[in-house]
């Protein structure tokens, strides 16, 4: 029996992930986008489950000592991020294949623990660029937006670490390289043992 593939997608903040891995799921609904844990505040719009499981500091840290993450970090601010662990090894061993939306740190920590999972890094076609999305979505202060384009340079210098690197300079463009990228994985012939 086949396990389903683990990709994951990771890119500087305002980048487009959200954006490319909903259009995505509308041509390749068979792939699963696992939903991440946080600590930070739910903002207006969102609901437990959309886009994060929204946990406390004490549930969370609770995970972390559980070993119930296979990544997790913290991010901006303070803020922890965790990918349930459980939920992803149950979706790949029934031959799903599942896509973790997390940042760059947690791509490479991935890689660590499942040295299966196919990275794919996320670019924006400028640093200009990526500014005016962080600017356009209007939820967050100066001070941050300054902290996010400060940490996707240094984010941008980890793209070596990936198997794939995808710019999102339109979402069709980024979509079709995302589901070639997934055909092509499913594709592969197992290394003989």
């Known amino acids: 029996m ?6 994951v997608v990771s890119g500087p ?12 799921l509308e041509h390749q609904p068979d792939v699963r986008v696992c939903v991440t844990a946080t600590t930070r505040a739910m903002r207006p719009g969102e609901s437990q489950g959309n886009p994060y499981q929204f946990l406390s500091v004490t549930e969370f840290e609770s995970m972390v000592n559980e070993d119930a993450f296979l990544e997790y970090a913290h991010v901006n601010g303070g803020n922890l991020y965790g990918t349930p662990r ?8 029934v031959e799903s294949d599942v896509i973790l939306k997390i940042d760059v740190q947690g791509g490479i920590a991935v890689r660590k ?9 996320l670019e ?16 967050e202060t100066e001070d941050q937006i300054k902290i996010r384009l400060l940490d996707a340079r240094n984010e941008l210098a980890q793209k070596p670490h990936y198997d794939y690197a995808v710019v999102n300079d339109s979402l069709e463009s980024a979509v079709d390289h995302l589901r070639g990228i997934i ?7 197992p290394a003989r043992g």
Do not use: Q
């Not at 903040?13 to 995505?24: P, Y």
């Not at 459980?86 to 061993?93: F, G």
């Open 2 to 7: 086949r396990k389903g593939n683990l990709f």
């Open 13 to 24: 903040s305002g980048v487009g992930k959200d954006t490319v891995l909903a259009a995505l």
């Open 86 to 93: 459980a939920w992803v090894e149950e979706n790949r061993a």
């Open 113 to 121: 623990k499942a040295s299966d999972a196919i990275l794919i890094f």
């Open 124 to 139: 924006p076609p400028s640093l200009a660029e990526l500014e005016r999305r962080l600017r356009a979505r209007s939820t």
């Open 183 to 189: 055909l092509a994985e499913r594709c592969r012939v």
